[in-house]
């Protein structure tokens, strides 16, 4: 679970000490990596909160990111299976809908199309 005092703490730091992004300085942070260490497989999440959409930024620094990993598929590394958006309405599961890559989805579906994913489940 993460120490959310301490990341917010470094998120404030980084704004606060290093260049705008009109100097080319551009902050992201990704929310979670899951991988399958037996399998090799590993994607990338980005979660978002109260109905919030990647901005402009996230979208073409994610672009480049999947574009660049899935070149790299084809050699003995990890295989990179994508990033994957996961956007909360409100807040969680619970509270209002879901949505994986803007699909309605639940929790349920949402478990098995990552198992799916990182250890080649049908």
Excluded: C, H
């Amino acid at each position: 679970m993460k120490n959310n005092k301490y990341e917010e703490y470094f998120s404030q730091w980084m704004y606060d000490n290093l260049p705008p992004s009109d100097l080319g300085i551009i902050i992201q942070d990704i929310d979670a990596i899951i991988q399958n260490y037996k399998t090799k497989r590993f994607m990338i999440i980005e979660l978002k909160t109260r109905g919030n959409n990647v901005t402009k930024s996230q979208r073409a620094f994610y672009s480049m990111l999947n574009e660049r990993l899935y070149k790299t598929n084809k050699t003995d590394w990890w295989e990179y299976v994508w990033t994957n958006l996961i956007r909360f309405e409100w807040t969680n599961f619970y509270d209002w809908n879901v949505f994986l890559n803007n699909q309605l989805t639940d929790e349920y579906k949402l478990q098995q199309f990552i198992l799916k994913e990182l250890w080649y489940i049908n």
